[in-house]
């Protein structure tokens, strides 16, 4: 056993975790640049555009490393988005803290006093929480088709532009859904009309008049059946003045109106939330919102078009990764989507657009396969008297009969199996014009079972008249409508079935590199969607709530120390007040600062990947500048509030000094924001009270001796 | 063809102690004790150095649990550590850490062994006798009827393990969790002797802590897709229970060495699946609801059982089967012939939980001993440490029912142990100044001293080895370079901070004493804990009064304690008495 210690004043473990977190600095905001990592020694290269994606091609061997990388997955696992800010933090604050440690500020009081900092700030920035109790979607899904057959909603390739992303695609998309509108049955729209047309030219800012983002009277009175609240918010819009003209010139300008906006103003519409989720993602995003409505009118029909609440239920949403095609064929359809080269298998022409007797099964449809568990016994033999029998083929010939004898006996045309699929059977049912489908989640698997009324089984043998479903249909994927997806051929498989609640993001792109990055972008987009209707709120984005947390903390280091804080509260690193014990108050400036100093660099990342090296001074002496200004207003939430446009106008898009309204508004998830942020700071924190590495299972021999300086042994 | 070889002769060293390279690395392993201790404690990364998973931890059991030491005296030392952990759970750094400070004095004053030896059992008998008299100071009796006490043990327990990297108000949160989980194993109805249930750990790892939550019954994990097979449970008032240890996945048993020589046709396969169905038709026809299997069943079973509406479950691992059997009151079955009508247990109702992106089945039962303790942390690391701490205090908890008491902990009943001995040795000597050599009226009848085979001052500095032992322990408290002192009243222990100003009116820089019973308030004299020690009486027997108003106490458990501060001098003893250490090379 070998033991490293770490030393006082420079602590390695926080200076790898800085290192590491500068790795993916231009990986942060709505403005990345995709990184390619080589393998030094073999020809594969990946390209990623995600923090998380980074990491885990980063060679990570050490301590840190590891945690590092354990605390971004859990992240991930957990909310699917926010691994970028918890990464950029982590390595702003753990630069911090080391910068703290070397100004001599002991460790408890570097771990209290930004515990405490983050408890207070996180209690700062409910102000600047929207609620999403009256949000409904303005352009309920009254363009989607229903009906078996491929339906998509078409995309196109958009560059990713800081400014306008959001309002874009939407108006593209459009060209591909409006025609098929005539389609649909179940609901009573107007065809072709999204909110997007009632507030045309939005992203281009060119006029000042606030209330443009809200849904005109017109909007609401279409009220959808989705709608739980039409309401008419024109009033409140007047209220949110903030960037009238005349008051936006001057820093503190917002004083006078505090009283009149105490809260961030609500956000009621679908496409305006999705577009301020989008983060630059316009692309992804139009397909979750586009999934989301698919899903909705899924469950509508299922409840015989009642009105279903806003909720998007992720776990039911699937991708199909299509190479090779052009972005444009991307689109989302009802049902299960799977590529044919995936399959493997040949479709007949048959069983093509018409419904089929389906058998689901939870295994491998294989000869030899045995459920989990189950182990097969190792001595046993097999004796007869004709050698021919024994064959293994011969075997597994017989077993294909049995199954092809059942499938005809409940005259099942189409199985869907979880595992591998035997090659010979899928060839035999070809014969007889039945399709066997293999690696099929097993979340797709409930939702046929659902659908059809089938039940799942893991061998033929099993099933039954119970376990048969019917009412699935296959047919090939055609690409979305309107002609985008030329060329997709037979390229993919589409299963549906009525009343089936499965939404499939088909994703397409010429380059099969960057498809995973598309993956990645739309799960980014459903997830924050997800989140942010399941609690209901969401944050105002776009670097505003770091504003805040900045102008907080500022008031908050520069407030004399106050009586009740003596010195000798910080006299306790022991056990009488529980920790976090109180930071003393001398301290407690320069380590607020620090933190503060964790989303100044956060801000200046955000800047400096929006708008390029260059003017990464000038983003910086931009927040400085209405951090006092917020600071001293005396109010920083009502600040950020008034002055919401311009900040973020400022970090997202700096030099386009011609929008005083700052474009389309942007939101942040609740929950995943406020945990990333924590599990940054708990990770610099555990680092930062690490005072030695333990390695294990290593003797004196095995260290080597260049790098066992500083090892001690036991 | 043997070929034989001679036998390497056996390495003989003496004296092991005195070698330079035992007690450097002695300190090293001192050093690593030390720098955990205490809630500001500094903590580890254990790893493999290949990158595998890391461990951030504090707490004794998972660090000495990875340590392999090589040196037979670490050996002994880390081995009645694990010894007591494994016992106590608690207090493993404090047993660790003074058992050095012992050995480490004892070689310092240059006394020798065999009569250190001897004072130190008779001063940890002082000891004990001390702490568990009714004037003992730094004791306090438990009262069960209100839930004070035993929430600052617990809290206690939490704030010392700063790797779980818990808030103020996760800390309060769980503490309440972990003292409603413990007070659900207790049973209702108790007899002649009290039995106490099981809380169960169940993680949910990657949310967050302020979700944890304790729920009565057991819960089992499983994915959606699973769960929405066997909804759903019919409405009852009590479901039948068959729990199943034997596989029921159809495989056959093993056949050992020999070989199974079947005919062509005769399938073994379809064979067992007749004796699982028969076993299916038993199951039936006497009613049960639900199977459970710690291994598999086999799906056609499973079909079979669902089509008669009997809920199946397997995989449900053996960890759970104990506490399964206890709350159904199964027996569990371990054979496929026949079931005895008394294997059959009941449970009230089924149901199913959703926390985060995890499913549950939850088995809700008759009488509540068993309940499940829903535990979130960020990630894995510091999750980990969470359940283990965990752990540590539902056992703390459980020794505190046997023996109802509590120590003063932050440090104050070691401070306030060090000057009840000194002052119990001075208080001796000044009586019996006149009367030399002879020892025979110390308040203890110890026959050791009236022998006279130790001098006055061999025990003078064994009290000091012994007690400075104890003193430099609750430095150990101290990581920040702050200093610590004791009051000369109580004799607890003051912490300040490094840096303080020099001249100073000490109530001003000091606010309360490590376990916080007492205010700096009061008319104190302090002193530092590192100078010379004046001997002065500690004040016995607690106020009732400032235990009662006092809500925020730090202490400590005091089985846990008592046997740490025994296996911690017997250790040191044990070392100390060796003078050979023989290794065989071979």
């Not at chain 1, 380590?591 to 989303?599: D, I, M, P």
Request: hydrophobic fraction near 40%; charge should be neutral; include cysteine.
């Amino acid at each position: 056993m070998a033991r490293r210690g770490v030393s006082r004043r420079w602590h390695v473990g926080l200076q790898q975790l800085a290192s590491f977190a500068h790795a993916g600095s231009s990986l942060l905001g709505p403005v990345r640049s995709p990184k390619f990592v080589v393998d030094g020694e073999g020809p594969e290269s990946v390209l990623v555009s995600s923090a998380a994606r980074l990491l885990e091609r980063l060679d990570l061997s050490s301590a840190v490393g590891q945690l590092l990388r354990e605390a971004v997955r859990a992240q991930t696992d957990a909310y699917g988005t926010g691994a970028g800010t918890l990464l950029s933090l982590a390595g702003a604050w753990s630069s911090a803290a080391a910068e703290c440690l070397h100004l001599g500020v002991p460790v408890p009081a570097i771990v209290s006093g930004m515990s405490e900092g983050l408890a207070t700030c996180l209690e700062e920035v409910v102000a600047l929480q929207v609620p999403l109790h009256t949000v409904c979607d303005q352009t309920d899904s009254t363009q989607m088709p229903a009906g078996p057959g491929p339906v998509g909603v078409g995309v196109g390739p958009f560059p990713q532009s800081p400014l306008g992303a959001g309002l874009m695609p939407k108006e593209r998309g459009l060209h591909g859904t409006a025609p098929q509108a005539s389609a649909t049955s179940s609901f009573s729209g107007t065809p072709g009309k999204s909110a997007a047309l009632f507030r045309p030219q939005a992203a281009a800012g060119t006029d000042n008049d606030p209330a443009q983002t809200a849904p005109t009277p017109r909007t609401s009175l279409r009220a959808a059946p989705g709608c739980r609240k039409p309401a008419l918010t024109h009033s409140r819009h007047c209220c949110r003045a903030g960037g009238a003209p005349g008051t936006t010139g001057r820093p503190g300008g917002g004083l006078e109106q505090r009283a009149v906006t105490p809260r961030a103003h609500t956000c009621k519409d679908l496409a305006e939330l999705a577009a301020g989720l989008s983060h630059g993602d316009a692309s992804s995003m139009t397909l979750a919102e586009a999934a989301l409505r698919l899903q909705r009118r899924q469950a509508s029909v299922r409840q015989g078009g009642g009105a279903v609440p806003l909720t998007f239920d992720v776990s039911r949403v699937f991708t199909c990764c299509l190479p090779g095609l052009p972005e444009a064929a991307s689109c989302v359809c009802a049902g299960f989507v799977t590529a044919v080269s995936a399959a493997g298998t040949p479709v007949p022409e048959d069983v093509q657009n018409r419904p089929l007797r389906v058998v689901l099964i939870e295994g491998d449809l294989t000869e030899n396969y045995r459920h989990l568990g189950f182990n097969k016994p190792a001595r046993a033999q097999t004796v007869s008297e004709s050698t021919e029998t024994l064959r293994q083929d011969g075997a597994e010939e017989l077993w294909a009969d049995r199954v092809l004898q059942v499938l005809a006996q409940f005259r099942v045309h189409l199985v869907l199996a979880r595992g591998s699929v035997s090659e010979r059977l899928v060839a035999r049912c070809a014969r007889s014009k039945r399709l066997l489908i293999g690696w099929v989640d097993g979340t797709v698997l409930q939702a046929f079972a659902e659908a059809s009324g089938a039940a799942q089984v893991a061998y033929v043998t099993q099933v039954n008249e119970d376990a048969v479903g019917s009412g699935v249909c296959v047919a090939f994927w055609s690409g979305p409508a309107g002609g985008a997806g030329d060329g997709a051929g037979s390229r993919a498989i589409v299963l549906q079935a009525e009343g089936v609640n499965l939404v499939t993001a088909v994703l397409a792109s010429p380059a099969a590199a960057q498809l995973q990055a598309k993956e990645d972008g739309f799960w980014a987009c459903a997830r924050r969607l997800h989140h942010a209707l399941q609690e209901q709120t969401v944050f105002l984005g776009g670097g505003a709530l770091e504003f805040l947390c900045l102008g907080h903390l500022q008031v908050l280091a520069e407030q004399p120390a106050t009586e009740g804080d003596r010195v000798r509260s910080g006299g306790l690193p022991i056990a009488a007040a529980p920790r976090p014990a109180a930071c003393p108050a001398l301290l407690r400036p320069t380590v607020l600062r620090g933190l503060a100093s964790g989303w100044r660099q956060y801000l200046s990342t955000l800047a400096r990947n929006a708008a390029g090296r260059s003017s990464a001074f000038e983003a910086e002496t931009f927040i400085q500048r209405h951090v006092q200004s917020a600071a001293d207003s005396g109010s920083p939430s009502s600040y950020v509030l008034n002055e919401y446009s311009r900040l973020s106008g400022g970090i997202l898009s700096p030099g386009h000094s011609s929008h005083p309204d700052g474009g389309p508004r942007v939101y942040d998830t609740v929950t995943p924001k406020v945990e990333a942020w924590r599990r940054a700071l708990d990770l610099v924190l555990l680092v930062l009270q690490t005072d030695s590495e333990i390695v294990t299972g290593r003797g004196h021999t095995q260290v080597r001796p260049q790098e066992s300086e500083g090892f001690l042994f036991l | 063809m043997f070929r034989l070889e001679a036998k390497k002769p056996s390495l003989c060293k003496s004296e092991p102690l005195t070698s330079e390279r035992v007690r450097a690395t002695l300190s090293v392993l001192k050093g690593v004790l030390t720098s955990c201790y205490g809630p500001s404690g500094r903590l580890k990364q254990l790893h493999n150095g290949l990158g595998g998973s890391v461990r951030t931890t504090s707490q004794s059991s998972a660090l000495l649990a990875n340590l392999s030491v090589t040196h037979p005296i670490l050996k002994i030392l880390t081995t009645s550590v694990q010894n007591h952990v494994s016992c106590f759970s608690d207090c493993g750094l404090f047993t660790g850490i003074l058992c050095c400070n012992l050995i480490e004095n004892v070689h310092r004053m240059g006394l020798t062994p065999t009569t250190a030896i001897k004072l130190n059992k008779h001063l940890l008998s002082l000891c004990t006798s001390y702490l568990k008299s009714e004037v003992c100071g730094c004791r306090i009796p438990v009262n069960f009827s209100s839930t004070q006490i035993l929430l600052c043990l617990v809290r206690s327990v939490l704030t010392s393990k700063p790797a779980c990297m818990l808030t103020r108000k996760e800390i309060e949160h769980i503490s309440t969790l972990i003292l409603r989980a413990f007070l659900l194993t207790i049973p209702e109805n108790t007899k002649d002797h009290i039995i106490l249930g099981k809380s169960i750990i169940v993680p949910l790892k990657g949310q967050r802590v302020i979700d944890s939550t304790v729920l009565p019954g057991i819960l089992i994990e499983m994915s959606e897709v699973q769960l929405m097979k066997i909804l759903p449970f019919k409405k009852s008032d009590s479901f039948k229970v068959a729990l199943f240890r034997v596989s029921l996945s159809g495989d056959l048993s093993d056949t050992g060495e020999g070989t199974v020589v079947v005919n062509y046709g005769v399938s073994l396969e379809n064979a067992v699946l007749d004796q699982l169905l028969n076993l299916g038709r038993q199951l039936v026809g006497d009613h049960v609801d639900l199977v459970m299997c710690q291994k598999v069943i086999h799906p056609s079973l499973k079909q079979f059982l669902s089509m008669h509406h009997v809920t199946a479950i397997d995989r449900v691992g053996v960890a759970l089967m104990e506490p399964l059997s206890k709350m159904t009151g199964t027996q569990p079955i371990g054979s496929l012939s026949s079931i005895s009508p008394s294997s059959y247990g009941s449970v009230k109702d089924l149901c199913t939980e959703k926390f985060g992106f995890k499913w549950f089945f939850h088995l809700i039962p008759n009488e509540e001993t068993v309940c499940s303790l829903l535990l979130g942390n960020r990630n894995d690391t510091v999750w980990d440490e969470l359940k283990l701490t965990c752990e540590t205090a539902l056992h703390v908890l459980q020794l505190t029912i046997k023996e109802p008491c509590v120590l003063l902990g932050g440090g104050c009943t070691e401070t306030h142990l060090a000057a009840y001995i000194r002052h119990q040795i001075l208080h001796w000597k000044t009586r019996e100044e006149n009367n030399t050599c002879k020892y025979k009226t110390l308040n203890k009848p110890e026959s050791i001293l009236k022998d006279g085979w130790c001098t006055q001052t061999e025990l003078q500095l064994t009290t000091e080895a012994f007690c400075s032992a104890l003193e430099s322990l609750t430095g150990s408290l101290e990581h920040d370079g702050g200093e610590i002192l004791t009051d000369m009243k109580y004799g607890h222990l003051w912490s300040v901070q490094a840096d303080s100003p020099s001249v100073v009116h000490w109530p001003d820089l000091l606010s309360r004493c490590g376990c916080g019973l007492y205010s700096s308030q009061e008319e104190l004299n302090w002193s530092f804990l590192r100078s010379a020690q004046r001997p002065f009486a500690p004040q016995p027997c607690l106020p009732h009064e400032a235990v009662g108003s006092a809500n925020n106490l730090t202490l400590d458990c005091f089985t846990a304690k008592l046997s740490g501060l025994k296996v911690a001098v017997e250790t040191a003893n044990l070392i100390l008495d060796l003078s050979y250490i023989i290794e065989d090379k071979n």
